[in-house]
């Protein structure tokens, strides 16, 4: 049996540094609670001490949590300015030789610079700091292009001086801080969507982290139309519930928009078409009554048509994943209007969520397409109804895309008179013009559809909103139980969202593992050891690591294979590397090559039970805890002649002797009764046993 753990050392997310500096109304200082040869450690203090949550470039309240948090519109951008405090620093060094270095890692994105923070440390509480105008000391952070969520960042500060006012060397602990950044969005897309008279469309006011520190001042506002004329009401058209009996009312009379604080907003509203169009904002801010920062903003335009998507899907291979440690199987790449929400006919629309349970006969279906870097769309199905009066010949005529952005070729089409409406079939592929992408991602897109006639003019249809996950290569699901789990797709596809070249789906991918924070799709932390002893040992797959949401080494070495597989990338479960701890004379530790077990022979008797390996790590996967099982074996991962462990996020060691031996000096260290005998340089490769593994 094999066992393995899971920690990280050390975030890895892209900090990208901007010209325009950010002034900021407070600083970071970090004091020096002691002087005096060699016990100068370093400590850090935040705005008087106090933890803050920030909002956008200058508003900041304390913090409900007790967490550094900084809550920022998607695109954003972060700054803080540092001085800093450590007694055993002398006046007069120079700043370019002797320095404060700021060493900045985030989760998931590649680091572009290893920021030095300049300038003298204070000497004394009140005394000025000596920056150089160029470069205020601090952090500048640029956040184009990232996706909206939850990013832990850690940075460390080090004292590089080696003299202070007594004389002699201090070598201060490094100190490392800790805070969050909420990248923020609605999860509703903005977009326009076309609707006959009366139907009802769900509005989805949920954020994107859904949690997110608001500090009782964010508040989400729905505006709807203009101004009425003096004296009059202009109707929402939005309300509470699906059935549309009770009416949003403005905050106001004769206002346009209700204002909910975070907290307090509902899910969902629900809008009824009118007579006309109409567009609805909605808006995510943070006031503190002064000051107003809008977090997120979308427009929805709601436009009359009679003409709707009914289907629109490919053929390829099904998906599975766990949702509360239930496997579920379900299509890929369907998208079908069967309903409306209030139950009342087809209304241009697909709502299903997660874990995709709606029956395909009676309900809507809305599961997602995957489509690997570089391929067009093509739709090996598309249907529209037509519920209006529009007369059709489907020789003649086509259907074809009407997103200038996103052009598709064209079909012609049959025609079928159902109850209610016209069902319009393409008797043809309708692909894409264009590849839906040529680096790695998950694109979320809205394909609205047209009927060309012969005689030139274009009849408009409503739109399929489709997510669709764009992975490097073509998924390779033999190894996963020839299961594509849904899992897999969204991790790597958004870890390495960007990415062109395999090396860098592996790097992005390798990135994310180490910030020891993977979920499945049903929002579960998966944990290395998270239940101890008691942690799964069944199957040792990714199956069984989804199921339980909790695995052991054998676990997580395979689910990083499968993620690497799921963009297509040739590896096997060969690419491993398994050990046992082995014969140690010098803590009369013996190896019984018949089992494959060390055992202790110091009580005269072999007990296997006594030997134990451990595991060093800062944090492991899912905040779990190897060190409070038994075993005496691991398993690491081997990629391009490197060697990686999963558990806990440390890696990039040669694959030769003098690597391995690295690995387990720095990582490993061996008890006897939970004692340490074995440890850092003490470990020799003569004291490990190699672990043939069967796939």
Known sequence: MINKPYRFASYVLMFLLTAVLVSLAHADTVYSPTDGVGNGNITLSINNAASYTHFGADFIVSSSSGRYSHVLACGGSVGTTTAFYDTDYIVGENPLTHELTYSPAYSGFTPLYSLQIFGHPRLAPGAAVSIPSSLPPGIMGDFANVPAGKYTVEYRVKDDSVVNSGGGSVSDEDYVHEFDIYLMDLAERERTLYMRQNDIYRIDLSTIPAEFPHENC?????????????????????????????????????????????????????????AFGKTINLCLTATNSIQIRTLAQKNLTFTSTGLYCHLAANSSLSFYDYCNRLIYPYSQGLWKDNETISGSGLDGFAFEAYNYRNDDATEDKNTPFVVKKGDKLKLTELELADTGTNAYDGTTDYITGANTSFPFGSSHFTVTQETGYKRLTATDVVESVNAVSNTVGIKYLS??????????????????????????????????????????????????????TQADVFDLIWKKFQTCNIRSLDGRVLTYYGHGNSTPNL????????????????????????????????????????????????????????????????????????????????????????????????????????????????????????GFLQYLRENCFVTVYDVPVCSGNQLQLSNIEIIQLNQ
């Not at 409503?462 to 998924?475: A, H, L, M, R």
């Not at 690419?575 to 090559?593: H, K, M, Q, T, Y």
């Open 218 to 274: 964010c508040f989400l506002t729905v505006s709807w139309a203009t101004v009425p004329m003096p004296g009059m009401n202009f109707p929402s058209d939005l309300y509470t519930d699906a059935a549309c009996n009770n009416l949003i009312s403005p905050d106001t009379p004769g206002g346009v928009s209700k204002t909910w604080q975070a907290g307090s907003v509902p899910q969902y509203i629900y809008f009824r078409m009118p």
């Open 447 to 500: 394909l609205p559809w047209k009927v060309q006639t012969s005689g030139g003019s274009n009849i408009a249809s409503g739109s399929c909103d489709i997510k669709v996950y764009v992975p490097n290569d073509t998924p390779l699901t033999a190894l996963c139980s020839n299961k594509l789990y849904e899992s897999l797709l969204s991790l790597s596809c958004s870890a390495a969202s960007g990415a062109s």
């Open 539 to 658: 199957a040792y797959d990714t199956d069984e690591l989804l199921k339980y949401a909790d695995g052991r080494c054998d676990h997580w070495s395979k689910l990083f294979i499968d993620t690497l597989r799921s963009q297509g990338m040739g590896i096997s479960y060969s690419n491993r590397l398994a050990f046992n701890v082995g014969a140690i004379p010098s803590a009369l530790i013996g190896f019984d090559e018949i089992h494959g077990e060390a055992y202790y022979y110091g009580n005269m008797i072999a007990d296997y039970d006594a030997v134990g390996l451990k595991q060093i790590a800062l944090r492991f996967q899912g905040g779990g805890d190897p060190n409070a099982a038994h075993f005496q074996n691991h398993v690491i991962n081997i990629y391009n002649n490197k060697l990686y462990d999963v558990t806990d996020g440390r890696g990039g060691y040669d694959h030769d002797d003098s």
